[in-house]
């Protein structure tokens, strides 16, 4: 069985920093893209940044210049970095990643979530 672990979610003043990780474990034979979203209260869910297998990135306008995603292969980690936080990343943080498993085709996991609040 797959499981995603995230971690590293917390409280933080405005402009600090915190780095989110996540742990893809199981029957696992290959990671492909892994995506962090996060969901505010109230508001739909939202696809926050994607790196892809060979470490190719993307990021929402809004988190451009202040986060940065990362992935540890040899670890099936994926990190996202978050620097200059302010008060409206705060969010519950979602990890999601296509894997290829044991016995099962290629298909996106989630993992439990891990919040972040920005708050002074």
């Known amino acids: 069985q797959v499981q995603l672990v995230e971690s590293g979610g917390g409280l933080v003043q405005p402009g600090g920093s915190l780095r989110l990780s996540c742990t893809a474990s199981?029957?696992?034979?290959?990671?492909?893209?892994m995506r962090w979203f996060r969901q505010a209260p109230g508001k739909e869910r939202e696809l926050v940044a994607v790196i892809s297998s060979t470490h190719g990135t993307t990021y929402t306008d809004s988190v451009k210049g202040r986060f940065t995603i990362s992935r540890e292969s040899a670890k099936n980690t994926v990190y996202l970095q978050m620097n200059s936080l302010k008060p409206e990343d705060m969010a519950v943080y979602y990890c999601?990643?296509?894997?290829?498993?044991?016995?099962?085709?290629?298909?996106?996991?989630w993992g439990q979530g891990t919040q972040v609040t920005v708050s002074s």
């Open positions: 999601n990643a296509d894997l290829l498993a044991v016995a099962s085709p290629w298909r996106a996991y």
């Open positions: 199981g029957s696992i034979l290959r990671i492909g893209d």
